[in-house]
């Protein structure tokens, strides 16, 4: 199935630093997810947009569902450690759900 | 949200032999899918599993191979077939509700197949 483009691939940052990714998709979608997966562990739904242009916020994090529908942004603000881990999108339309390729987090302390 | 709960949490299996993954939500729910996500990589849909009719197969993946069951709305098995080294991966249950296109997922079944 479609699979949305995913970016950075990875990202190696300096605790405190801030962090920014993106995922594309030449299709529209009526939600866009970001889901973060710990090393060994399922992926755990961090935030969920349903609108264009929705901005929320869930502490540190920060993501964005595109004007366009066909894209959103995750930041991460001061990050901390624990925030190592694979970060992934999804989009969701009609009846299906694709995922993006993920971006690779590591915070060197 | 929900909580979703997966039996085995990982197994070692030897090759031709059959592996049964359990998913259970603590509530009800209206879609549930099966995942499977190879080292270092994102997630593939194997099937969407239905509640009282078979299941919706991917591109790629079929029933003989990859059984399921949905006898109600908070179970579902997926079974892995004549196993090979190949079908060594984390496999993943996931639920979603009709209305809020929201996909929450499971711990993960790690299979290493020998």
């Known amino acids: 199935g479609q699979q949305l483009n995913q970016s950075p691939q990875s990202m190696f940052i300096q605790e405190g630093e801030d962090v920014s990714m993106n995922c594309t998709s030449s299709?529209?979608?009526?939600?866009w997810l970001w889901y973060k997966q710990d090393p060994g562990e399922g992926p755990v739904l961090l935030i969920a947009?349903?609108?264009?242009?929705e901005l929320t916020s869930n502490g540190r994090l920060t993501a964005q569902f595109g004007i366009t529908r066909k894209d959103s942004f995750l930041n991460i603000s001061a990050s901390i450690p624990s925030d190592v881990g694979i970060y992934f999108c999804?989009?969701?339309?009609?009846?299906?759900?694709?995922f993006g390729t993920g971006t690779s987090l590591t915070v060197i302390p | 949200s929900a909580v979703i709960s997966q039996k085995p949490s990982r197994d070692i299996c030897q090759r031709g032999t059959s592996l049964t993954i359990q998913c259970q939500v603590d509530?009800?729910?209206?879609?549930m899918f099966w995942y499977r996500q190879q080292p270092g990589q994102s997630l593939t849909l194997i099937a969407t599993?239905?509640?009282?009719?078979?299941?919706?197969?991917e591109s790629g993946f079929v029933i003989d191979k990859f059984p399921i069951s949905r006898p109600n709305l908070t179970f579902s098995t997926l079974t892995v077939s004549n196993m090979s080294p190949e079908d060594s991966s984390i496999y993943l249950c996931?639920?979603?509700?009709?209305?809020?296109?929201?996909?929450?997922f499971g711990p993960g079944t790690r299979l290493l197949v020998l």
């Open positions: 996931s639920v979603a509700r009709q209305g809020k296109e929201t996909q929450y």
């Open positions: 299709s529209i979608f009526n939600t």
């Open positions: 947009l349903y609108k264009a242009g």
């Open positions: 999804a989009g969701h339309t009609g009846n299906q759900f694709y």
């Open positions: 509530s009800q729910v209206t879609m």
């Open positions: 599993a239905n509640q009282g009719s078979e299941a919706t197969y």
